[in-house]
């Protein structure tokens, strides 16, 4: 039984299906990148997994047990999602992001009308140190480079810890130093035993890092293997690769 998985997703828009049939799995320790054409279904099925959106047909499970009420419930199931557009509090600093976050995880927000305590003090600037924030934990998050907010918001998604990563984009905007660091720090999570699913547009960071590819194209998933499965097959070449 994988750690987590989806079993015939099937999603429709005004009569057009955009996810029809996608079956995965991942498991603890394991990066799966999900990869296509522009239309292919990725967002859509990235939703459907982080419980954005309910699939028509089909169901997500982790560790067997199907996952329903929305994104809410999966995040308290142990679903951690970060999107392509980063979402921070520009108002607060990076530690108080991250204080909120724990906080939230916590379901005990209402401590937010007064400081946090030393020990979620203590525990946001682990996270940061993890992500290698914690120098910047006074600072405002609207002061940070693109960069250093993808991290903030990893670090935020990390504090309800999660068991399986969901990366919307995590290099989207990034020169590509910025990005080789960014995969780095996945990687490292990923060595800790969070399973994480990606999509990427980078194909030199999907090749690199991911342990398996799932291609999709017009919702359909057409291809699985290892990176150099995937960049040995002809019909993967055809419809998106090209020449890796």
Not at 10 to 36: C, D, N, R, T
Not at 116 to 144: N, W
């Amino acid at each position: 039984m994988s750690l987590f998985s989806a079993h015939s997703l099937y999603k429709s828009f005004g009569g057009i299906g955009a996810v029809q049939g996608v079956s995965l799995s991942v498991e603890p320790g394991e990066m799966l990148a999900l990869i296509g054409p522009n239309g292919a279904g990725k967002s859509t099925c990235f939703a459907m997994l982080g419980g954005q959106i309910e699939p028509d047909m089909g169901e997500v499970r982790l560790n067997g047990v199907a996952l329903h009420g929305g994104p809410v419930s999966f995040a308290h199931a142990g679903i951690g999602r970060s999107f392509q557009i980063s979402k921070t509090f520009a108002s607060m600093s990076v530690g108080e992001n991250v204080q909120t976050a724990l906080l939230a995880a916590q379901r005990q927000l209402w401590r937010l009308r007064s400081a946090a305590d030393a020990q979620v003090k203590a525990e946001a600037i682990c996270l940061l140190d993890r992500v290698g924030l914690a120098a910047l934990a006074d600072h405002d998050a609207a002061t940070l480079a693109y960069g250093d907010t993808k991290r903030l918001e990893l670090a935020i998604t990390l504090a309800a810890t999660p068991r399986v990563l969901l990366l919307d984009e995590p290099t989207a905007g990034m020169a590509q130093r910025e990005r080789r660091a960014a995969m780095e720090l996945v990687a490292s999570l990923a060595q800790d035993g969070i399973a994480v699913i990606f999509t990427e547009h980078d194909m030199q960071a999907v090749f690199s890092f991911a342990h398996r590819i799932l291609v999709m194209d017009r919702g359909i998933l057409m291809a699985e293997g290892t990176p150099a499965e995937i960049a040995a097959n002809p019909m993967v070449q055809n419809v998106y690769l090209g020449t890796v």
